[in-house]
């Protein structure tokens, strides 16, 4: 059994910045890889951004590439997603999850097993 709970979503300008956490407990953490993905009203669950459980390799989407960061401390089990320069297009719920599969499906919600309840990022114009 995994928990994962997400925190620092909330609502910000245009232009602004947020760090989402994900605390995880219940299984070795750091030997898990472990991906973010985000969901918006009426929309599929979306990839964001996955890393490697040694963090020997990361993959972010395009969408996000360049303003988003996805960052792990194994010693304190947490999992991190730094997101920079918010659109309106960001606005979503974003999830934490503990990949099953392997690397190669890092961005199939199918790969991954255990999620968070999520946290909401709300960008204003």
């Known amino acids: 059994q995994v928990q994962l709970v997400e925190s620092g979503g909330g609502l910000v300008q245009a232009g602004g910045s947020l760090r989402l956490s994900c605390a995880a407990s219940?299984?070795?953490?750091?030997?898990?890889?472990m991906g973010w993905f985000r969901q918006a009203p009426g929309k599929e669950r979306e990839f964001v951004a996955a890393?490697?459980?040694?963090?020997?390799?990361?993959d972010v989407a395009d969408s996000v590439k360049g303003r988003f960061t996805i960052s792990r401390d194994n010693a304190k089990n947490t999992l991190y997603l730094q997101m920079n320069n918010l659109s309106p297009e960001d606005t979503a719920v974003y999830y934490c999850a503990v990949l099953r599969r392997s690397y190669a499906t890092r961005r199939e919600p199918g790969g991954y097993d255990y999620w968070g309840e999520g946290t909401q990022v709300t960008v204003s114009s």
């Open positions: 890393i490697t459980w040694f963090s020997g390799s990361i």
């Open positions: 219940g299984r070795t953490f750091s030997s898990s890889d």
